[in-house]
């Protein structure tokens, strides 16, 4: 075999000096810093437009939710605006107050309240005042008929408290509140549902008294009390009330991200959208040039159109993004950060999340000319 010799090259040692090592490190560091740099704004940039992408959906939902809602309240079937309602409930409070279709509540920065005042929960069934509603924030309860009417096929008998519906009818249960509206005559009446029997001819019986099933009971509208009898063709429709308003406490009054709610008469309030920190409502009298707050209003069955302003946030905060300081003009009233020494009705965190104003107006169909 053939054997290799290595020698020295002028008596000189090959290989690298401290300071090609020196050099080499500081150029992989460098190459280093740029990709993570490059790291850093790629994963800012992403979680910049995922909580955006959230935000936006978030607001885009509420616009179409409330915009849907607000448009239908009012609704009353084939009813005028003027039509007369009896409402034969033995509780008429603010959650079965269906003479009012739209109701709105400002709060008062100089009062530190809700004005109008927000009705009593000891007496008004349904007030959303033990709910914990975000001081700052309005407002707004919604009453009205929900699609899905059923005609009566005959004339209900003077001494009778049983509607006749189609045999089969599956749209109504025991406890359900209605309401009948006789087009022709632009009567109708709010009662309470004390018996049903789909399999029957006739089988939506509405007695005086109750059941203990329900939470309502029934004032009249039975047997003999009911003042008009209604006729063929007339229609039934299921009624709702709705409230919505924005809290940032459970019931227990620990502290849980901002959040639209929506309590449907008196039953305990479910979450809608997150996100919201609050909601800022002005309203359009028949006759009126300009939007105003809910307690300029005099007679909420003049009200035509309703604007709504929210200001959401996204679900959480983007790392290396600058603190929100800025102010937001939500529909009239100014939302500046917490700790800016201005005075105002209600203020946002000083964090790095996202925030945006939503604001739309909408016009209630059931009293557009």
């Known amino acids: 075999m053939m054997r290799r010799y290595f020698y020295k090259k002028h008596g000189r040692e090959c290989g690298y000096t401290l300071v090609e090592l020196l050099v080499a490190v500081a150029v992989g560091l460098v190459l280093l810093g740029g990709i993570y740099q490059v790291f850093q704004s790629s994963d800012t940039g992403y979680r910049y437009n995922q909580e955006l992408s959230r935000l936006q959906e ?12 607000v448009r239908m ?3 009353r079937g084939c009813l005028g605006r003027n039509a007369s309602v009896e409402n034969w409930l033995n509780d008429q409070t603010y959650a079965y107050n269906f003479d009012v279709s739209i109701e709105g509540f400002d709060y008062d920065a100089v009062t530190s309240n809700w004005s109008p005042a927000l009705p009593d929960p000891a007496t008004e069934t349904g007030s959303v005042a033990s709910s914990n509603p975000l001081a700052g924030s309005d407002i707004l309860a919604l009453r009205s008929m929900m699609g899905g009417d059923i ?14 519906i189609p045999s089969g009818t599956d749209a109504f249960e025991k406890c359900d509140i209605l309401m009948v509206a006789d087009c022709s ?8 549902v004390t018996g049903y029997n789909e399999t029957a001819a ?14 309502q009971y029934a004032a009249g509208f039975g047997n003999l009390a009911h ?12 009624v709702k009330a709705v409230s919505y308003f924005v809290r940032n406490v459970d019931a227990s009054g620990n502290a849980i991200e901002p959040t639209l709610y929506r309590q449907i008469g008196a039953a305990v309030p479910e979450p809608l959208v997150e996100g919201v920190e609050t909601m800022q409502i002005t309203y359009l009298v028949d006759g009126a040039a300009n939007f105003v707050t809910a ?8 009200v035509i159109a309703v604007r709504l302003g929210f200001l959401l946030r996204s679900p959480n905060e983007i790392s290396r993004k600058a603190f929100d300081t800025q102010d937001y003009s939500v529909n009239g009233s100014v939302i500046p950060p917490v700790g800016s020494g201005v005075t105002a009705v209600q203020y946002h965190e000083r964090d ?17 000319p």
């Open 202 to 215: 006739g089988n939506v019986i509405h007695n005086t008294g109750g059941n203990p099933q329900c939470t």
């Open 73 to 75: 309240a009012a609704y």
């Open 227 to 238: 003042s008009f009898d209604y006729g063929e063709g007339a229609e039934l429709f299921k």
């Open 151 to 164: 005609a009566l096929t005959t004339t209900m008998p003077p001494t009778s408290s049983t509607f006749f």
């Open 295 to 302: 307690d300029a209003i005099v007679n909420w069955n003049n």
């Open 58 to 69: 978030n607001g885009r939902f509420l616009l179409e939710y409330m915009t849907r809602e």
């Open 185 to 192: 005559n632009q009567t109708a009446a709010v009662f309470l």
């Open 352 to 368: 790095r999340r996202l925030r945006q104003v939503f604001v739309t107006t909408v016009g209630i169909r059931n009293r557009l």
